[in-house]
């Protein structure tokens, strides 16, 4: 098995906390109970399902579904520290390249927020709450910059202004944000212990998952084989002339047929994933499709591999998942969205 236990790694323990953390998030049957559900009765399911603390540090001043999405984030960074908390050794290094992910976003919705002109007590109070003490930084620069060069002068040093030194200052919101993908994923691969590594071979996996949706929306929007070229994340499974041929691409069809050709492509479900996308113009059966294959694959490697770092993996991005779908409960939710519309959406 690639990356046995070393340096004081406590693999067992950690899959073992990790696997009992899984079992206690909310099931298929629950979530689609929350779906029948009016907006304050899901606060109060959400409330319930383990949500509590934080749902009560931000009742003061918060409600709806801008009270659910602030206690889902603290929740979310309290419960990655705590994950990291319980991990040790190698093992720790290994879950800390993953869980690096989460600063980038955070990055890039510091950019969107002085991008969009939000004022800093919006941001610290609905986009970044101050309760959060992970949040403090990102408020410092949000409360340093008037435009996105401030922002990249205040992230020098970090490995965040380092993804966004090699831009142009003309640079647009877009391709900050782009490079900061890139970097995580090129940084990753080049931290992590060696390429046949587990995640190394999972992070491949999701840069093609990464590139074939950034392929699909570009052409869908139209966007020229050039800049399409520059939306590309290396570091994949993918050969540079497969993505070369996609890049070419008239329309999905085509792209789809490129795709087919390429070595484990996994092309299951989406032909009708693309009729849907083209009937409906939208890429959300493309997503879906994608989505669910990254899922089966981190099920897949957890199961494979149950001393490793993949069961802790797999319960982080299980709990990103059941966070995603009630954040989009709680919107849709406010929104007036139809059951059948929402239940499309989540990821059950």
């Known amino acids: 098995m690639a990356m046995m236990a070393k340096g004081g790694s406590n693999w067992a323990y950690a899959a073992a906390r990790s ?4 079992a206690n998030l909310i099931d298929a049957t629950r979530m689609r109970q929350l779906l029948q559900q009016e907006p ?3 606060a109060a399911s959400i409330a319930e399902f383990g949500y509590r603390s934080e749902m009560d540090e931000y009742a003061t ?5 801008d009270l659910i999405e602030a206690a889902l984030n603290h929740n979310m960074d309290r419960d990655l520290a705590q994950v990291l908390g319980y991990c040790q050794g190698n093992l720790k290094e290994v879950v800390s390249i993953y869980v690096d992910r989460f600063g980038y976003q955070k990055a890039k919705t510091v950019l969107r927020a002085v991008r969009s002109g939000v004022d800093y007590e919006t941001v610290a109070h609905q986009v970044l709450p101050e309760e959060n003490e992970e949040n403090h930084r990102w408020l410092e620069i949000v409360k340093q910059s008037e435009d996105l060069g401030d922002v990249v002068s205040a992230l020098s040093g970090t490995r965040y202004g380092r993804a966004l030194s090699g831009l142009d200052s003309s640079a647009s919101l ?3 944000e782009d490079a900061l ?3 995580y994923y090129k940084t990753s691969l080049e931290t992590l212990p060696s390429t046949n590594s587990l995640l190394s071979r999972y992070l491949r996996a999701e840069i093609d998952h990464r590139n074939v949706i950034n392929l699909f929306r570009s052409i869908r929007q139209g966007i020229s084989v050039e800049q399409r070229s520059a939306l590309m994340i290396k570091g994949g499974k993918l050969s540079a002339a497969t993505l070369r041929q996609a890049e070419q691409a008239s329309d999905g069809d085509a792209l789809l047929e490129v795709l087919r050709r390429a070595n484990g492509f996994d092309e299951t479900g989406m032909e009708e994933a693309l009729a849907t996308s083209n009937e409906h113009g939208t890429l959300d059966p493309i997503v879906g ?4 294959q990254r899922m089966k694959l981190l099920r897949k490697m957890s199961l494979l591999n149950p001393v490793s770092a993949f069961p802790v993996i797999h319960y982080i991005e299980s709990k990103v998942t059941e966070i995603r779908n009630l954040r989009l409960l709680a919107r849709g ?3 007036g969205l139809g059951l059948d ?3 499309a959406h989540l990821l059950i």
């Open 19 to 22: 696997k009992t953390r899984k």
């Open 40 to 42: 304050d009765a899901i």
């Open 61 to 65: 001043r918060l409600s709806g579904a």
């Open 174 to 176: 877009m391709q900050m």
């Open 181 to 183: 993908d890139a970097h």
């Open 289 to 292: 499709i994608v989505t669910d």
């Open 333 to 335: 939710k406010a929104a």
């Open 341 to 343: 519309v929402l239940e």
